[in-house]
C-alpha cells in the first residue's frame, strides 16, 4: 500500500498473575455487561493489576487467603498518588468486593474494610482564551501546504463549534449534511445525537482540505488524515499537538497549568457565548452537554456577570481609636 514494510505494533494486553487471572477478568466482563465505558474499565484494568501484584507479593495463592491485613496493607501503598486515583482506586476496591461476595468467591464482603478517604472532586476552572487570541491562531495558520488545510480544518471546528477531539477524529462524510448545512453526529463521551450549523467559514475550511490536502485514501470513511505513511484517521492525542504547535507559533502565551489543545478552544467558544449573553441552556445544546449542570461550570470564567455579583467593602476607620502622635 506504501511501499515501505512497518514494525508490528503490538496494543498492550493487561494480564494478572494466573492465580487469580480467571477471576479478575471476570469482573472485568461482569462491569462491561453492566454497561461501564471502556475507558472506564481500563482504570479498573490498572488499578486490579496493581491489587494483584501485591497479593501476589505477600504470598496470596487463593482469592480465599485475602484478610483484612493484606487489604489494608494495600491501601497503605498509595501515598505516592494522587487524591484522584487514591479515592478511584478504593471506589473499585469497593465494588470489586462487592461482586466477590455476591458471587460467592468469598466468604464475607471485604468492601466495608475499605477506607474512605473523605475525597470531594472540584470543579477546575475551564481553560479559556480571549476571541482575539483564537482569532490570531487561525490567522496564523500557513493554509498554502495540506497539512495547514487540515489543521486550520481541525481548529476551525473546535473553536467555531466547539467539537471534541475524538468527535473530531471520527467525523467522517456521512455527518455533513451540505443539503441543510448541518452536521450530525453521534458523540462518543455521552452517545448523545447532536446537530450542529455547519457555519460558512467551516463549510469553506473542510471544502478546501478535501480538494486540495486530503490524501487520496479509500480504506476510510474519516475526513481527517495523516499525510504521511502510514494513512489512516487521525487520533485525540494527535489533535491536542497540532493546537499546541499552532498556539506556539501564532506566539500565544500559555500559562502553566493552562490548557492549549482542543478543549481549551471549546472552553473558549462557550466563554465567548457568555460574554454575548446567550443563555446557559443554549449553550449547552450548543456543547452536547446533557444538561445545564454540565455548562454551569464555565459561570466562573463569566467575568462580566460576575462583576455583578462583587460587594463594596465597607468603609474602615484604620485610626480610629488610636491616638495619632
Known sequence: MHGIIFPRTKQAIRTYHPQFQTLFQGYIDNRRAFGLSEKTLQSYEIYLGR??????SRGVADIRDMDETVILGFTNTFVRYSPSIIHNTLCSLRTFFHYLSENGFVSRDFAYIV????????????????????????????RGNPKGKRDYAIIVLAARLGLRSQDICDLAFDNLKWETNTIELLQEKTEEPIVLPL?????????????????????????FLRLA????????????SIVAEHMRIAGIKTEDGKKHGPHALRHSLASALLEENTPLPVISEILGHRNTASTSVYLKIDVNQLRTCSLEPPPFAWNKGQEVF
Open 51 to 56: 491489587f494483584s501484584d501485591y497479593l501476589n
Open 115 to 142: 477506607p474512605h478517604d473523605g475525597y470531594r472532586q472540584m470543579t477546575k476552572v475551564p481553560s479559556a482564551y480571549p476571541k482575539e487570541d483564537v482569532e490570531t491562531l487561525l490567522k496564523s495558520i500557513d
Open 199 to 223: 457555519l460558512e467559514d467551516v463549510g469553506l475550511a473542510i471544502i478546501d482540505y478535501l480538494k486540495y490536502g486530503r490524501p487520496d485514501y479509500e480504506f476510510t470513511n474519516a475526513i
Open 229 to 240: 505513511p502510514p494513512m489512516g484517521k487521525l487520533q485525540a492525542p494527535t489533535l491536542h
